[in-house]
């Protein structure tokens, strides 16, 4: 794990600022993403869909990775996706032990946190909902700008919409999409291993820190609590 390049302050924060990915990172909607993607396939196309290639289109907006998969198809199978996502959702999402307790620590020290997430808000919200997280704000979601992750523009976004300079911000998420977009935006990037991306490529980017659990990302957010 990199060093990040921040002393924390007196408060126990590296940085005052938390952005953090939804899919992946704050909930476990993996085994539910890959499940709609494949619903969608098999009921618009008649093909099977696997679970690597499914993984692959994880983080990033869900119409623009279904036309480029599917040209002829992309409409049809976002309505079948979203459909069957949110009938299924309460019945899939899961969620990351830890992350509720890691999110008290930074509201006790001080943090402002928010989700920034290729999500629609309204699905963003029930996610939050569905894992006992309703009362973090949603900054950016799908909706709020025209361009996506790994284009920084949510994370600016976001940043203007908390009032927050993005030096002062980290942006915590579990794919290259979201490690690049943090730089592009200039924030600080950590990594996650136990959503959707590959370890490997995540610590090929160079975050300040790639953490394989919630109590290692805890030590990194919060140094000073350690």
Same mark, same amino acid.
């Given at each position: 794990?990199?060093?990040?390049?921040?002393?924390?302050?007196?408060?126990?924060?590296?940085?005052?600022?938390?952005?953090?990915?939804?899919?992946?990172?704050?909930?476990?909607?993996?085994?539910?993403?890959?499940?709609?993607?494949?619903?969608?396939?098999?009921?618009?196309?008649?093909?099977?869909?696997?679970? %690597?290639? %499914?993984?692959?289109?994880?983080?990033?907006?869900?119409?623009?990775?279904?036309?480029?998969?599917?040209?002829?198809?992309?409409?049809?199978?976002?309505?079948?996706?979203?459909?069957?996502?949110?009938?299924?959702?309460?019945?899939?999402? /899961?969620?990351?032990?830890?992350?509720?307790?890691?999110?008290?620590?930074?509201?006790?020290?001080?943090? /402002?946190?928010?989700?920034?997430?290729?999500?629609?808000?309204?699905?963003?919200?029930?996610?939050?909902?569905?894992?006992?997280?309703?009362?973090?704000?949603?900054?950016?979601?799908?909706?709020?700008?025209?361009?996506?992750?790994?284009?920084?523009?949510?994370?600016?976004?976001?940043?203007?919409?908390?009032?927050?300079?993005?030096?002062?911000?980290?942006?915590?998420?579990?794919?290259?999409?979201?490690?690049?977009?943090?730089?592009?935006?200039?924030?600080?990037?950590?990594?996650?291993?136990?959503?959707?991306?590959?370890?490997?490529?995540?610590?090929?980017?160079?975050?300040?820190?790639?953490?394989?659990?919630?109590?290692?990302?805890?030590?990194?957010?919060?140094?000073? /609590?350690?």
């Amino acid at each position: 794990m990199a060093r990040p390049a921040v002393e924390p302050g007196a408060d126990g924060l590296r940085w005052s600022t938390v952005f953090f990915d939804l899919d992946g990172t704050l909930a476990d909607t993996i085994p539910l993403i890959i499940a709609s993607y494949q619903h969608a396939f098999r009921e618009v196309m008649g093909v099977e869909v696997d679970e %690597a290639d %499914a993984r692959s289109w994880i983080g990033r907006p869900l119409l623009p990775a279904l036309l480029e998969v599917a040209p002829d198809h992309g409409h049809e199978l976002d309505r079948v996706y979203r459909e069957w996502n949110l009938a299924n959702t309460a019945r899939l999402i /899961r969620t990351y032990d830890g992350i509720v307790e890691l999110l008290e620590a930074l509201d006790d020290a001080g943090a /402002r946190v928010a989700v920034v997430t290729s999500k629609r808000r309204e699905t963003a919200l029930l996610a939050l909902e569905h894992v006992g997280i309703a009362h973090v704000e949603v900054a950016a979601a799908l909706e709020d700008t025209a361009d996506h992750k790994p284009d920084p523009a949510p994370l600016r976004h976001g940043a203007a919409r908390l009032g927050v300079d993005p030096r002062d911000a980290v942006y915590v998420g579990d794919a290259t999409v979201d490690l690049r977009a943090a730089r592009a935006a200039g924030m600080a990037a950590v990594g996650v291993t136990w959503g959707a991306g590959e370890a490997d490529e995540l610590v090929a980017l160079g975050p300040d820190a790639v953490c394989t659990t919630v109590a290692e990302l805890s030590g990194v957010l919060l140094p000073g /609590r350690l």
